[in-house]
């Protein structure tokens, strides 16, 4: 390598005799002259040679921000702490080298450039971490660059060359206009196409010409890139498998011998028809809604409780549940959907003052739909600043309508112009703005004739047994403390000072007064604090009952404590309402540092208008008045040409079919999350979906249709497979999927015919494992009521999406079974097979009662042992056993019988009172309470081992063995 020479040094030297060494030195010098005299010419003269213009277009805009990414924080950002004292941000420094003396790179050849060494980590190794190392196309672009000599335009040239590219989708990608970043250099970002291919409008391609004439459409796009990859897609499935698969996909449910042999006969006569039939038979079934319903809770995150330390139940969340149910069964329209769910009080408002006639969309419903907008954990108490607690509530909304409806997670722009998408911090705070008149409260919502009230009255009876229990103790001890306390005045001849204690505690009560806990010991002070808990939990609950809706109205902020929330209706709670404000970016994302002042708007980077923006200038934005943000946003999301809606819905229908989308987040279709591997085919899914009135059965019938879909698990050719597509990414074969934790449960309840298929109506409690449910639980300084099941089989053994989901208490078979919590939106199941599943399903006391109850089905229904074994088999694992199998079965069985003989079990005994041990909080000492469980004093158990014969008790170790069997476990 050589050195640079100075002018002057240069011209001592052409004065002097000359050696070899110094003649290479001054061709080293004219060479670096010459080019740096082109860059300057370049900069000067945009229209200059094409070809070098190229070079310089590759440089700013691909070459320098990967040495921005990769290499700008240790040789760079910080000139005093140059790593190796090595400088990249100029290719003067490049050029000087570092400690060691020797030039980074040689212009014209990158395989000479010590630079290149480093990034391939060809002996030396930069970045040093492997995380942070080149990419293969990274590497190949500063080589390209290098070989056509090192080109570094000035700060001007580079500002010239992003204005004049700023259209162009040349190598760099391409620039998407917004409503602007930040700063000027986010709003030149490029991105590369496969980057931001949600944003792009959805084209409807060709379907591809195959050799075969497909089933479907699906085939084609799918059948083309398998040929392409030289194999070979797996058969069609059996009858009996497909219609296992159809019923569990569409019903979550399995279906019965008897369904089973009537498919398979028909599917024999016309395997098309008979597919088709069933496929519209499972859809018009009341039992749909509650499978597809399901998968949308996942997503919204519904629970019946508000969670963190003050997780109040949210009594009438179940109203929603049902309304999302009914939305699946009826195949309300997506578009509608959306709008409803987003802003169904403002739709119904405006649907009554747009015609004199009764509205097909009553204000009662759109507050039930706009459940929506309650359903994250949320809390406010005194211990947060009121701004801070609407602020963690519009933030929640925010991310969660981007997620759900636009699968955009929103929250990284909180603080910061997106990182990887093209949305700007203003187009989050636009959002935000959107919500910021929406306040949270329990509306006043008449009960629909579609709602079910069964059980109404058992329930309500618990809650007020209880709500007068807790009312009794806590009178008990005010009454006490009241006698203490009028003895106080008098002690003091003060009598006529006396006030109760509800006044006494006031600020304008004035002079010296008794202490809080008077008359009371520790434990009575302690205990007192938790019965007026127990009377707010139980007073809470009774609002269940009452036609009330979990949702919103619009208006100024008014903060209320989160363990009731109603609209302001006198004269004093008006006065508390705050004026509506503008909404101000928030500078990293504090609510204590406002900035620069947005207006209610929607994402610009779509390049969809909103047709709702307050003035002709702002073609996103939204009405400033208090009414009809959310209305004008939720069109814009539900507006047909929304490629990020149609792409979201339509990926996130795929990844409940197969167990993975299309694009493989379905909550982010963004460039953090995965690409999609048949591009062409969601949207070709997409455009068909709009064109088919945004129907999800017409959906799901189109995607189970296919021949893809039908294909069986099983593939013969596992190896060759396992090689080129490892991740079945090309769907060669149907991946089968374990149970989830609601089917597991449901199907075992069918099994052992307990299963109540009523719909819709109050949560319910199952039973649960008894220390769980009876475990101490905190709520805001106090303890919660313990778990109680409902009294009877037939309220506790109904389908589990009606089960009452509380944030702060699981439900163990469900948790472990994967069952989201719902503090989260759950794009997708986590099934995993882990060691506590096995431990769960055979020795658990929910999975044994279950089968016990099978066992005893079985012996009702069939005489003989052998009958009841190959019923049992038949039934759970949906094929007939081998002779092999039956007698192995048997045998198992009288050996049972056997240990049974010998082991007597002992009944279960169920508590009707705990005793609850607890610290008071101020003085640290440990009291006790009784804590009344009434449930228990009525209660209708499920079938116990001590209830049933040995016979009975063997024959349910055989069922145990059907429920863990793989067959059982999982959808091939």
Not at 393 to 406: I, K, M, Q, R, S
Not at 579 to 586: D, E, H
Request: some cysteine.
């Amino acid at each position: 390598m050589v050195s640079r020479l100075t002018f002057a040094q240069f011209i001592q030297l052409i004065t002097k005799p000359m050696n070899c060494p110094q003649i290479c030195r001054i061709f080293a010098f004219l060479a670096l002259l010459v080019s740096c005299s082109v860059s300057d010419a370049l900069a000067q003269n945009p229209s200059g040679a094409k070809e070098v213009l190229d070079t310089e277009k590759q440089f700013t805009l691909v070459v320098l921000p990967i040495l921005q990414r990769r290499c700008f924080a240790c040789h760079g950002s910080d000139p005093a702490d140059l790593k190796g004292e090595f400088d990249v941000t100029s290719v003067h420094g490049i050029l000087k080298g570092g400690e060691s003396g020797l030039a980074g790179l040689v212009r014209g050849n990158s395989k000479q450039s010590l630079m290149v060494e480093a990034i391939r980590w060809d002996g030396l190794e930069m970045p040093p971490k492997e995380n942070d190392r080149l990419s293969k196309d990274e590497i190949d672009a500063v080589e390209s660059w290098i070989d056509q000599g090192a080109i570094w335009p000035d700060a001007q040239r580079q500002e010239l060359i992003k204005t004049m590219t700023a259209d162009d989708g040349d190598i760099s990608g391409k620039v998407i206009a917004t409503s602007g970043g930040q700063s000027k250099a986010w709003d030149k970002r490029r991105y590369k196409e496969e980057a931001v291919w949600a944003f792009a409008p959805i084209v409807k391609p060709d379907v591809p010409e195959m050799a075969l004439t497909p089933s479907s459409e699906i085939d084609a796009f799918v059948d083309l890139r398998i040929a392409d990859a030289e194999l070979k897609p797996a058969e069609i499935a059996s009858p009996a498998v497909l219609v296992r698969r159809a019923y569990y996909d569409l019903l979550g449910l399995p279906p019965s011998i008897e369904q089973t042999a009537a498919f398979v006969k028909d599917y024999e006569k016309d395997p098309i028809e008979s597919w088709s039939q069933l496929i519209d038979e499972l859809l018009a079934s009341p039992h749909y809604g509650e499978r597809w319903g399901q998968h949308w809770l996942d997503v919204v995150r519904y629970a019946d409780t508000g969670g963190f330390s003050n997780d109040y139940e949210r009594s009438n969340a179940w109203r929603y549940r049902d309304y999302v149910i009914r939305a699946f069964n009826e195949d309300l329209p997506y578009d509608q959907f959306i709008v409803q769910q987003i802003a169904g009080d403002e739709l119904a408002n405006e649907e009554s003052q747009a015609t004199d006639e009764a509205s097909s969309f009553s204000l009662a419903e759109g507050l039930v739909s706009t459940g929506f907008l309650r359903m994250g954990p949320w809390e406010h108490t005194a211990m947060t600043p009121e701004k801070v607690s609407r602020q963690i509530y519009l933030d929640d909304l925010t991310n969660a309508v981007g997620e759900t409806f636009l699968s955009t997670p929103l929250k990284c722009c909180k603080c910061h112009d997106h990182k990887f998408d093209p949305i700007p911090t203003r187009d989050y705070y636009r959002m935000y703005a959107a919500f910021s008149t929406t306040q949270p409260a329990e509306m006043p919502s008449e009960f629909s004739s579609e709602e079910s009230r069964n059980g109404f009255t058992e329930q309500k009876l618990h809650v007020e047994t209880m709500l007068a229990h807790a009312t009794e103790k806590m009178n008990l001890l005010y009454a006490k403390r009241e006698r203490a306390a009028k003895a106080w005045f008098k002690e003091r001849g003060r009598e006529a000072d006396y006030a109760p204690f509800d006044k006494r505690r006031q600020a304008t009560f004035t002079g010296e007064k008794p202490r809080r806990f008077i008359g009371l010991s520790i434990a009575e002070e302690g205990e007192l604090k938790v019965r007026e808990q127990d009377v707010r939990i139980w007073t809470r609950r009774m609002e269940r009952f009452q036609p009330l809706a979990q949702s919103v109205f619009n208006g100024g902020d008014y903060i209320q404590s989160s363990l009731k929330l109603r609209m302001p209706k006198n004269k004093f709670q008006r006065s508390k309402v705050k004026p509506i404000t503008k909404t101000r970016i928030l500078e990293g994302g504090s609510v204590y540092a406002p900035s620069v002042e947005v207006t209610p708007g929607v994402l610009s980077a779509i390049g969809l208008k909103s047709n709702a923006s307050a003035t002709s200038e702002d073609q996103y934005g939204l009405t400033e008045s208090a009414d009809g943000r959310r209305l004008g946003l939720a069109r814009w999301i539900a507006d047909s040409n929304n490629s990020l809606a149609v792409r979201s819905i339509v990926n996130r229908v795929w990844s409940l079919h197969f167990g993975k989308g299309i694009a493989g987040n379905p909550n982010n279709l963004g460039a953090s999350g995965k690409t999609p591997t048949h591009p062409l085919l969601l949207d070709y899914l997409a455009a068909e979906f709009v064109a088919n009135g945004s129907s999800i059965k017409w959906l799901n019938k189109k995607i189970m249709g296919s021949q893809v879909y039908q294909r069986a698990s099983s593939h013969p050719d596992y190896v060759k497979i396992g090689n080129v597509d490892p991740n079945n990414e090309l769907m060669t074969y149907f991946n089968p999927r374990r149970l989830t934790a609601e089917e597991l449960r449901d199907t075992m309840l069918m099994l052992s015919d307990e299963l109540n298929l009523a719909v819709g109506g109050l949560p319910i409690r199952p039973e649960i494992n008894l220390e769980v449910a009876l475990s101490p639980r905190m709520i805001q300084f106090s303890l919660a009521p313990g778990y109680q099941p409902d009294a009877t089989p037939g309220q506790r053994n109904r389908r589990s999406v009606y089960i009452q989901r509380i944030r702060g208490l699981s439900d163990p078979l469900l948790e472990v079974f994967d069952k989201p919590n719902s503090s989260e939106s759950c794009e997708m199941r986590d099934s995993a097979s882990v060691t506590p599943q096995v431990f769960t399903l055979l020795n658990s006391d929910v999975v044994t009662k279950r089968s016990i109850a099978m066992a005893v089905r079985l012996q009702t229904e069939f005489d003989s042992v052998e009958g009841q074994i190959e019923k049992g088999y038949q039934r759970a694992l949906a094929k007939v056993p081998s002779p092999a199998m039956l007698k192995r079965l048997a045998d198992h069985y009288q050996d049972m019988v056997a240990y049974h003989l010998e082991h007597p079990p002992e009944p279960e005994v169920f508590p009707t009172e705990i005793t609850r041990r607890v610290v008071e909080e101020f003085s640290g000492d440990p009291f006790e309470y009784q804590e009344r469980l009434d449930i228990y004093e009525n209660y209708s158990p499920d079938k116990q081992a001590s209830d049933v014969s040995a016979e009975t008790r063997a024959l349910a170790d055989v069922c145990l063995l059907f429920l863990n069997s793989n067959e059982f476990m999982f959808v091939y």
